[in-house]
Each structure stands twice: as structure tokens, then as C-alpha cells.
């Protein structure tokens, strides 16, 4: 009979290679759909990953991503530096567990009171779904009368949800951005939720 332990173990590097097995077969799945190509608006992709999180999104066209500490993800536009730009798109995972919420409308509730500490007029609402690379339609909120313009859409996962920021500086910056926020959401492809720190993908 196995030792419990060792059984543990064994289960561990068992999952720990599927996990790795799912993550190759995605990246090359990835890199057959997220590439430059003439009929498409998507360049390079990554899979970001987290405790209980991995997921496939990819860079617009004219647009570089770079990591933060405070988002899996961020994008701006190529013509912009980072500090100086008056847009962003950011990607970050919320785990349920963690905040205490079960689904999309108590995280935005949350988002907003938290925001309002700094901007008391900001008001949000829901204004149209997006759809996402398996072709899920996922809510898509507004938030403004604060500092920023901003869109935020929320994918739904058993355990955490992916938040998708855009935020602007000016109605301009906004409306010019819009497209290659559809673009990001549209190329978001969840991949499993069986993660943990010692299985992150780098």
C-alpha cells in the first residue's frame, strides 16, 4: 500500500505535469490564433496566471503589454511611454474567497464603493456584454464622474473573476481605445483554475 504521503506527493507531480500539459497545448493553440496576421488586430499573447487562475489574452495591434504590481496585465499605446500615457487597459484577477463575493454584480458594487472614496460622484452601470475568445458574452459596466473614464467587464470563473479595465483620461483617449479593448476581452481565453504558487507559469 502507498503511504498516504507519498500518495500526496504523487498526486502533486501528477498535477503539476497535466497542468504544465494544458499550458503547452494552450500556448500553441495561441500561438496558431494570436499572432500578427493581415485578418486579424491581435500581435503577441501571453498566459498570466495566479493562484486558482491561467488564462490566454493577447496585444493589440499598436499596443505593448508590460507587468505591474498591481495587475496580471497592462497595455498602452505603442506612440505613448507608459508614465505619459492618457490610456491604459489593465487585465487583474479578483478571487471570490478572498473578498467575499460570489459573483459579477457584488464585485462591481465593490469596485464602486471603494472607488467613491476618492471620487464621491463616480456612479456605474451595466451598458452592453462583450464576448470573450470560447465566444462567452460577459457584462461590460461604466464608470464615471470620477478622475477617469473607464469601462471594466467581468469574466465569471468558479473560483475568481478576470476584471478588464479600460480607463482614459479624456472622452478621446476613451473612444480611440474602445476598439482594442474589445480586442483584449475578445482574445481572454480561461484556461483552469487548478493552480497554485507552485505551479504558476512564469
Not at 78 to 88: D, G, H, L, S
Not at 123 to 133: A, E, H, N, R
Request: glycine share 4%; charged share 25%.
Amino acid at each position: 500500500m502507498v503511504h498516504l504521503l507519498e500518495q500526496d506527493s504523487a498526486m502533486q507531480i501528477i498535477n503539476k505535469y497535466n497542468f504544465l500539459i494544458i499550458i503547452g497545448l494552450c500556448f500553441f493553440n495561441l500561438l496558431s490564433t494570436a499572432t500578427v496576421h493581415a485578418d486579424d488586430n491581435t500581435q503577441d499573447g501571453a498566459i498570466l496566471s495566479g493562484k486558482d487562475y491561467a488564462y490566454i489574452v493577447a496585444t493589440p495591434d499598436g499596443w505593448k503589454m508590460i507587468s505591474v504590481t498591481f495587475a496580471d496585465a497592462v497595455f498602452h499605446p505603442i506612440v505613448f511611454p507608459y508614465k505619459t500615457t492618457p490610456v491604459i487597459i489593465y487585465v487583474r484577477s479578483a478571487t471570490k474567497s478572498e473578498l467575499g463575493i460570489t459573483n459579477i454584480e457584488q464585485l462591481n458594487a465593490l469596485d464602486l464603493a471603494e472607488m467613491k472614496k476618492k471620487s464621491p460622484k463616480l456612479i456605474s452601470k451595466k451598458i452592453g456584454y462583450l464576448k470573450t475568445k470560447d465566444e462567452s458574452e460577459i457584462p461590460v459596466y461604466s464608470f464615471e464622474g470620477g478622475k477617469f473614464i473607464e469601462a471594466v467587464a467581468y469574466a465569471n470563473q468558479e473560483k475568481t473573476i478576470t476584471v478588464f479595465v479600460l480607463s482614459a483620461e479624456t472622452r478621446k483617449a476613451y473612444d480611440d481605445s474602445y476598439k482594442a479593448f474589445v480586442d483584449i476581452v475578445g482574445s481572454y481565453f480561461f484556461i483552469t483554475d487548478i493552480v497554485s504558487d507552485d505551479t504558476k507559469a512564469d
